[in-house]
């Protein structure tokens, strides 16, 4: 809450309490100053209380191991405002009373009735400042915790961010190097089109969310990347409709997924596809892939299996509650799909 609201409503609650002597006094013939003074001895008693508790004895002593502090000094604060309380409405009750009532007479009974109702009081505005601070404290230590979990999370994010530039360069950059062997204009194709990923990745990766526009012409550039280099016997099948370019989405989301799909989606001797078809909604996108799976043999050591892991830890920090990621290979163990779907909140 803000400090101003807070100063506001502590200002107005003892405003409340000093002033509450009037609404009874207003109509008494020997109302003064002074009597409204003495009636004001009881509201400044549990102000008393309340703020050495609240800016003093919680904070310092409460969660201390010097807690034995916080104790006796309310106990001390209690019988002694307490009992200061009763004497001094004991006075105004004897001093003010008008000419023709004669001075109260109160039995043990009362005395003690009435003492124990004012440190009970006093020990009630002790009670109630020490369980609010409690709570304020709580709550300024959970937005710390707050602020230093979004901290981590950023940062683990960013991390996880610059972790998939140079696992996907490797990769595009072997693709590269396979072709030159044996089409040098195809190469330089390629060239042209890592050069207009890498513009993404320098400029847009370093940004929290991108464009959902930015996203895809990035992913068709890689697309078309590694369509230079498949057989004609690869079926690729593309579609993209997006309803809301300027969506702001994670960047470097679907990459992992698009690059799993042309890594285990390949085979150089068996027909092969893969189907990317990715939907912009209002407030919704959804990336479905689907291809043939081919797993990679025992000997082929390329990759190390990161990419969906990082994609798994980037939807839990990104898309915690907002996410719903199917994958998985069929029964026949023919073909993969991957599904997933984020929910901006925009």
Not at 98 to 105: F, G, H, K
Not at 255 to 260: Q, R, T
Request: net charge neutral; glycine share 2%.
């Amino acid at each position: 809450m803000n400090k101003q609201i807070v100063y506001l409503l502590h200002i107005a609650i003892w405003a409340m309490m000093f002033l509450s002597p009037l609404t009874f006094l207003r109509h008494d013939a020997d109302f003064s100053v002074q009597k409204y003074i003495m009636f004001c001895v009881s509201p400044l008693t549990l102000m008393i209380t309340f703020y050495v508790n609240y800016l003093w004895l919680v904070p310092r002593y409460f969660l201390s191991p010097e807690r034995r502090t916080y104790w006796i000094v309310n106990a001390i604060m209690l019988i002694a405002l307490g009992r200061t309380n009763y004497l001094l409405m004991s006075y105004v009750h004897d001093h003010f009373s008008s000419a023709l009532d004669t001075p109260m007479e109160r039995t043990i009974i009362e005395m003690v009735f009435f003492s124990v109702r004012d440190i009970f009081n006093v020990a009630v505005a002790a009670a109630l400042a020490t369980a609010l601070r409690l709570v304020t404290l709580w709550h300024r230590n959970e937005e710390a915790r707050l602020e230093a979990e979004k901290a981590r999370s950023e940062a683990e994010l960013k991390m996880l961010r610059n972790q998939i530039n140079p696992h996907f360069l490797l990769n595009t950059l072997n693709n590269i190097y396979a072709l030159t062997a044996f089409d040098a204009a195809k190469a330089q194709e390629a060239i042209r089109q890592l050069s207009r990923m890498l513009r993404h990745l320098l400029y847009d990766n370093e940004q929290p969310t991108v464009a959902l526009r930015d996203e895809v012409e990035f992913l068709e550039n890689y697309i078309s990347l590694m369509r230079i280099r498949l057989p004609a016997s690869v079926d690729v099948d593309c579609k993209f409709s997006v309803s809301n370019p300027q969506m702001q989405i994670a960047p470097l989301l679907f990459i992992s997924l698009v690059e799993n799909a042309f890594k285990h989606g390949i085979s150089p001797t068996e027909p092969s596809f893969i189907h990317i078809v990715i939907t912009g909604e209002s407030d919704s996108v959804c990336c479905d892939i689907t291809n043939s799976n081919h797993p990679k043999t025992s000997g082929d050591h390329s990759g190390h299996g990161i990419g969906l892991q990082q994609v798994q830890r980037r939807l839990d920090i990104a898309y915690h509650d907002s996410h719903e990621w199917q994958h998985g290979v069929s029964p026949d163990g023919k073909t993969y799909r991957s599904l997933l779907r984020v929910v901006t909140h925009q």
